[in-house]
């Protein structure tokens, strides 16, 4: 079965400093990884995905994320953060018949 | 293209009252599936579909039923709402399998008191 954890519930940080998301995952299946956000009262949007090649992807939004097969984490980054970019942040991994298992979530706040 | 549109965007039910969440997509997707979202639990797969006839359960499958007559509608039904079933419901579309890039309707909130 397929499993993802999200390792922090909130990331505090302040606007123009870098941050990043963690995310860990468990798949006896060939691996797809995928970044979402949602903003406030809004419904989810693809940030970035991988499906194989490169192990460093990049987004929308100046995010990007590194699949890191050996430590099964995928980790999203970004160098310089805006108010903007305050959201929750969703991993997950597929699951079978084009669905996706998803984490917790992450909520990214950002303050002046 | 509308995407996948959902309604209604609000509802409040009664405990027992019936209803159904309406879910469409104009991209002649294959696989449709229902999550539902709650605040520290990310998105639960409710039901899918990999195509017009065919549906499945997911993980929280209990107090809801699905069907799916054509390609594009794929509605979701409370048979006897519980507080339990509180919850923002989203609906996804993909395009086949091994695509499993989802695209979201805007949600649907839901409240049963």
């Known amino acids: 079965a397929q499993s993802v954890t999200q390792l922090d519930s909130q990331v505090p940080v302040f606007e123009e400093a870098p941050v990043e998301l963690r995310c860990n995952y468990s798949?006896?299946?060939?691996?797809?990884l995928f970044w979402y956000v949602q903003y406030p009262n809004q419904g989810l949007q693809l940030l970035l995905k991988y499906l194989s090649g490169s192990t460093l992807v990049k987004g929308i939004n100046g995010f990007e994320a590194e699949f890191n097969k050996s430590q099964t984490s995928f980790h999203l980054r970004k160098p310089s953060v805006h108010i903007s970019d305050t959201a929750e942040y969703f991993c997950a991994v597929n699951s079978g018949y084009s669905t996706l298992t998803f984490g917790k979530g992450t909520m990214l706040l950002v303050s002046p | 293209n509308a995407g996948v549109t959902q309604t209604p965007k609000f509802q409040v039910l009664k405990t027992g009252q019936s209803m159904t969440l309406q879910c469409a997509q104009d991209m002649n997707h294959e696989y449709m599936s229902w999550y539902r979202q709650d605040p520290g639990m990310g998105l639960r797969l409710i039901h899918y579909s990999v195509g017009a006839g065919i549906t499945d359960q997911g993980e929280v499958p209990n107090g809801y039923n699905v069907s799916r007559s054509t390609t594009e509608d794929f509605p979701l039904r409370l048979l006897s709402a519980a507080p339990s079933q509180t919850s923002v419901y989203f609906c996804?579309?993909?395009?086949?399998?091994?695509?499993?890039?989802?695209?979201f309707g805007p949600g649907t909130r839901l409240t049963v008191t």
């Open positions: 798949s006896s299946v060939s691996v797809y």
């Open positions: 996804a579309s993909s395009y086949s399998i091994g695509s499993y890039e989802q695209y």
